[in-house]
């Protein structure tokens, strides 16, 4: 099955290769991962924990160079460069010192927008973040959920071709998760940006992707694409659409698979680590 | 509050009385304990004395005690002592923190200089640096000089530890972050290591008060023209127990008032923790 079509992607990674030295024993984390990802569009990755996910994701963004292969952003090879990226990830990383105004533009004021402007800019956005009435209350004050979309506001307002996020909904409940899937849907659709994002949720990444990319256990690459063909705009809905039930179907025997083999290579680990 | 529920109603003399008790603030009833626990021990260390079971003159009279307190604070140089004693113990815990803090932050931005350093600061800060007394008063002479740097020594090694270890937990995903944000080194120490590392150090200046107030009484203690340290060994060697307990106290009000004020500080500084 061909991974990469033929085209122009606004994303391409190629043959991307990662290994670490580590207590003498070298680990391989990435093994040729190959994926593109089209403009505008939303592309989920998926698979087992320790697959080298967020390694990939470092990568794509320019954060950490990888062992070999190479990362092209509309066709042109990027080295080491990283403004063409907004990340989030799991955790909110809000600056609990700093009130939500002023953690939101953290990304604009690096950038160097003068405070002033950087706050008018996303004072804008509060009520479409359903934050409206909270740019002065500190990160501790908020719920799970608010935070989130905080953080996710923050990384959306520096304006970057391509976003990554990493598990942005991890560590938030089944109920708020789902509401922030549709909320972040209909962000994503009046934005039009490109995004990657990462998931160990495969309804998850049905109900938000155009694209699925399924990761195999360690060294991690990619063991399969699917692509969602279920209509826009999606709601809550959608997850009893026969097309999602028969992709759900698919997808969890292909991760079950790769999590049975990481499951196997941890092996004692397992238990020894617990 | 206004809701119907109420606590169990207490019944008779007992309720009563502790009605009346429980309409006094709360915090004047805890100083009105406050204020009995010490006329309960004055009384009876004064009772003691006149009793003869303790001597007035090894141990010391409470009535003498506030005589003599009085008399120097009015004629003799208590407050001279106080003040020397008070602008010693600021110089070194200003300066302590300042250079300590600079110190241990520089180590953070300069990784291959906290491996070298590393295994003479642990030794540093298991010795304790009143040992270091006797060079000082001789290099610095008896002044305040001496006082101050012994004060210095006590709260550098402090706040350098304080800030080098703070500087070790910031979190690495934050970090990541401002990577990805393309943050220069500059950027992510005054946005992401200098606001964690401060609360940090700032909640060990109760702790580092401490420290460079025994840097100058025990400064003042070994060789001294003024002080508070000073006044409590001169009356003791003359074995004028009352000076020395007069000097004592002084002591005490002033470490505890420099404690409410670094405390409000403290206070003042980390607002944003509390909601």
């Known amino acids: ?248 179907d698919h997808l969890l025997h292909l991760v079950r698979e790769e999590s049975l083999r990481a499951f196997e290579q941890q092996g004692s680990g397992v238990f020894a680590g617990a | 509050m206004a809701t119907g529920l109420r606590p169990l109603e207490v019944t008779g003399k007992r309720a009563a009385r502790s009605r009346s008790w429980t309409r006094v603030p709360a915090t004047l009833r805890v100083n009105a304990w406050r204020v009995l626990l010490l006329a309960v021990i004055f009384s009876a260390w004064e009772a003691a004395v006149n009793q003869g079971s303790i001597s007035a003159q090894f141990v010391g009279k409470p009535s003498i005690i506030a005589r003599q307190w009085v008399d120097v604070a009015l004629h003799g140089t208590l407050f001279y002592d106080t003040w020397v004693t008070l602008t010693e113990t600021f110089a070194g815990f200003g300066s302590g923190i300042l250079i300590g803090a600079a110190c241990g932050f520089l180590m953070w931005w300069w990784p291959g200089l906290a491996r070298v350093l590393d295994p003479f600061l642990v030794m540093l800060n298991s010795t304790p640096r009143i040992a270091l007394a006797p060079v000082i008063i001789i290099v610095l002479g008896i002044g305040f000089n001496s006082k101050w740097a012994l004060s210095f020594a006590n709260v550098v090694i402090v706040a350098w530890l304080t800030v080098y270890e703070g500087t070790k937990v910031v979190d690495r995903d934050l970090v990541t972050l401002m990577r990805a944000l393309n943050a220069s080194r500059w950027q992510i120490f005054t946005k992401i290591v200098y606001p964690t590392v401060l609360p940090t150090l700032i909640s060990t200046f109760k702790i580092c008060i401490g420290f460079a107030l025994i840097g100058a009484v025990v400064g003042e203690f070994i060789s001294a023209k003024a002080g508070l340290g000073h006044f409590i060994w001169k009356s003791g060697s003359i074995y004028e127990l009352n000076l020395v307990w007069a000097g004592i106290f002084t002591l005490m009000i002033v470490s505890f008032l420099v404690y409410l004020v670094i405390d409000r500080f403290e206070r003042a500084l980390l607002s944003w923790r509390r909601s």
């Not at chain 1, 004021?109 to 002033?116: Q, S, T």
């Not at chain 1, 950087?118 to 804008?124: H, K, N, V």
């Open chain 1, 1 to 248: 099955m061909p991974i990469v079509e033929n085209h122009r992607a606004k994303l391409r990674l190629e043959r991307i290769g990662m290994e670490f030295e580590g207590a003498g024993a070298r680990v391989v984390a990435l093994a040729d991962v190959t994926m593109e990802v089209r403009e505008n569009s939303f592309v989920s990755i998926v698979g087992p924990s320790g697959c080298g996910k967020s390694t990939l994701f470092s990568i794509a963004a320019g954060i950490i160079e990888p062992s070999y292969g190479e990362v092209y952003l509309d066709g042109k090879r990027v080295e080491r460069r990283t403004e063409y990226v907004s990340y989030m990830l799991q955790k909110d990383l809000l600056l609990p010192w700093r009130m939500i105004l002023d953690n939101v533009i953290l990304g604009l004021e690096i950038g160097g927008v003068p405070k002033r402007e950087a706050r008018e800019r996303a004072r804008a956005l509060f009520g479409r973040y359903g934050l409206q009435g909270f740019e002065n209350h500190y990160p501790h004050q908020l719920s799970g959920g608010m935070r989130q979309r905080a953080a996710l506001m923050r990384t959306l307002l520096l304006d970057r071709p391509l976003v990554l996020l990493d598990e942005p909904f991890g560590a938030l409940d089944a109920l708020t998760r789902s509401l922030m899937q549709e909320w972040l849907l209909q962000i994503w659709e009046g934005s039009q940006r490109t995004v990657v994002f990462i998931t160990h949720d495969i309804e998850e990444a049905i109900f938000l992707s155009d694209q699925i990319y399924v990761m195999s256990a360690r060294p991690g690459h990619m063991k399969a694409r699917v692509d969602v063909n279920l209509p826009r705009p999606r709601s809550i809905a959608s997850h009893t659409d026969a097309r999602f039930v028969a992709l759900k």
